[in-house]
Each structure stands twice: as structure tokens, then as C-alpha cells.
């Protein structure tokens, strides 16, 4: 949410509104609290990835706020994409920091983590013999827009993250889906990223090494 959060020299501070109603505060500061969790999260599992050799990609709508270098609202989730070939280091990499296995019911071409109301999404990635990223399946495969994944490298409130190419975003955000809730979302988030691409290159974004 807007105007909840503001950063300190190295942490999120929760600023709640003077005048709200007590409900409001309320909201204020759950909204606040699980933005700041996200950001955390985000930055412990950037540094663990580097440490350990990981690469992954941040997607979704944190990494629309990540490019835009502002929380443009509350997320429900953290979504993630690592090279398939890393899927059991990261399962022991997480289980050693007490996150929890919660795959989904038939799920395929990602799984599920959870620690402490945060969910983590994670999707899997391949190269095929063209050199095309895409998440393997286990009848056919998922396409990636093209370019999506590539060095980029985005801050946010002190936070540090590989994030898709904003291309990727776009594509990914205008696809119809059938709930409401989460099509306004992505509707914002497509206003978001259009705004980005009518200006120059964000210095937010740099260049990264890492594997």
C-alpha cells in the first residue's frame, strides 16, 4: 500500500496515518507489516542464492514494484523462477530455514513454500536446444516471452533482487483471467509498467553477475 511504508537505514518502518479509524489503523498496519515481512524475505533469500550459487528470477507483482523502485501495493505472495536443475538445492536450502513444503493440489511447473504467513511461488525453468527459456511440464511446456530472463538487477527500499524483464511482465499481466480480484491487480500493474516504458532506462535497474 502506498504511503504505509517508508525506508529507514536498513529496515522497513510501518507508518500509520494519524485520523484513521481504529479499523482503518488496523488494515494501515497489517498491510504495513506484510510488506515489510515480503522485503525481508526477499533480501534473505537474495543474499542465501548468491551465497550458494542459485539463480533465480523475481516475477510477478513484486517485480513490478521492484522495477518501478515503489511499493505500488499489498502482495499475496512472492513468486519466484530457478533453473529446474537447482530444484533440490533449494528444497534443502529452505527446509534448513524453516520453510514448509505446501505444494498445491496437481501442481506443475512450480511448487509452494511457506514460512510464517509468507508464501513463496516457485516456478522451474529450462533451455532447450534453440536456447528458448520455458517451464517444463508434465505434458508439453510453459512459454516465456522471449528476453525475459536476463541480468537485470532492481532495488527497492534497500532490498536487491533479479527481476524478468519488464517485457515479461507486460505479457504475462495482459493475459484475461476469469478472477475479478486478480485481474484489477494485474490491470494495475500493466498501468504501472507502461508508465516505466514512457520514460528512460530506470537507473533503478543495473546490471548483475550473479550465477
Known amino acids: 500500500m502506498e504511503g504505509c511504508c517508508r525506508a529507514g537505514n536498513d529496515r522497513e518502518e510501518i507508518v500509520v496515518t494519524q485520523g484513521m479509524s481504529s479499523e482503518s489503523g488496523r488494515l494501515a498496519a497489517r498491510s504495513s507489516a506484510?510488506?515489510?515481512?515480503?522485503?525481508?524475505?526477499?533480501?534473505?533469500?537474495?543474499?542465501?542464492?548468491?551465497?550458494?550459487?542459485?539463480?533465480?528470477?523475481?516475477?510477478?507483482?513484486?517485480?513490478?514494484?521492484?522495477?518501478?523502485?515503489?511499493?505500488t501495493r499489498e502482495h499475496d505472495d512472492i513468486d519466484i523462477a530457478i533453473w529446474s536443475d537447482d530444484r533440490?538445492?533449494?528444497?534443502?536450502?529452505?527446509?534448513?530455514?524453516?520453510?514448509?513444503?505446501?505444494?498445491?493440489?496437481g501442481e506443475d511447473?512450480?511448487?509452494?513454500?511457506?514460512?510464517?504467513?509468507v508464501r513463496l511461488e516457485v516456478a522451474f525453468l529450462a533451455r532447450d536446444e534453440r536456447g528458448d527459456v520455458y517451464t517444463p511440464l508434465q505434458d508439453g511446456r510453459g512459454e516465456w516471452p522471449r528476453d525475459s530472463f536476463g541480468d537485470d538487477i532492481a532495488h527497492?527500499?534497500?532490498?536487491?533482487?533479479?527481476?524478468?524483464?519488464?517485457k515479461s511482465l507486460i505479457a504475462d499481466k495482459s493475459i484475461v483471467r476469469s478472477d475479478s480480484a486478480t485481474a484489477a491487480k494485474d490491470r494495475a500493474d500493466i498501468a504501472t509498467l507502461l508508465q516505466l516504458t514512457n520514460r528512460s532506462a530506470s537507473p533503478l535497474l543495473t546490471k548483475g553477475d550473479m550465477r
Not at 62 to 69: E, N, S
Not at 88 to 105: F, S
Not at 156 to 166: E, Q, T
Open 109 to 117: 511447473g512450480y511448487t509452494r513454500y511457506e514460512r510464517n504467513e
Open 156 to 166: 527497492l527500499h534497500g532490498v536487491h533482487a533479479r527481476v524478468v524483464s519488464s
Open 34 to 71: 506484510n510488506i515489510a515481512s515480503h522485503l525481508a524475505v526477499l533480501a534473505e533469500l537474495d543474499q542465501l542464492f548468491r551465497d550458494h550459487g542459485v539463480t533465480y528470477w523475481l516475477f510477478g507483482g513484486w517485480a513490478v514494484d521492484f522495477h518501478a523502485g515503489r511499493v
Open 88 to 105: 533440490a538445492q533449494l528444497a534443502t536450502l529452505l527446509h534448513e530455514r524453516a520453510w514448509i513444503h505446501r505444494p498445491d493440489a
